[in-house]
């Protein structure tokens, strides 16, 4: 049994200490808003945050965290897609097919809680998610726009 808080809620889940976190947030809490994409934490889709950082939660054991952490998918970033980045990515239409879009958002937020006000150098160094539509200079745009936004 491992005990999360996941979007402010605690939830009890029966699985084995090496499930990754994506399976949990996916199959066993019905989240679905994190996608899988590789499975190797190569590619983004499955970011969330674990107490403000983004990780890739494809590779990310339940047995790692000890129930006091705060995790966050996109479920949980706003209710009401009020976020800056979210509304960022909505003024610009950034997604394409939008499949790697809930990880880029996670990945995004972290990135501008961490720096507020990011350069197209610190962008390049902390999102290497990948958009398989080559959305990523739209990206760049709506994180320009989000800080102009928060």
Known sequence: MATLKINGETKTVDV???????????????????????????????????????????VYPVGALS????????EGLS???????QQAWAELDI?????????????VSALLKETPNPTDEDIDAAISNICRCGTLARVRKGIHLAVKKA
Request: with cysteine; glycine share 12%; aromatic share 4%.
């Open 95 to 107: 997604p394409q097919c939008g499949y790697c879009q809930s990880g880029m958002i996670m990945a």
């Open 67 to 74: 129930g006091d952490e705060n995790i966050t998918t996109i």
């Open 16 to 58: 084995e200490e090496d499930t990754p976190l994506l399976w949990v947030i996916r199959e066993q809490l019905g989240m679905t808003g994190t996608k899988y994409g590789c499975g190797i934490a190569q590619c983004g889709t499955c970011t969330v945050h674990v107490d403000g950082q983004a990780v890739r939660s494809c």
């Open 79 to 85: 209710e009401d897609a009020s976020h800056p980045v």
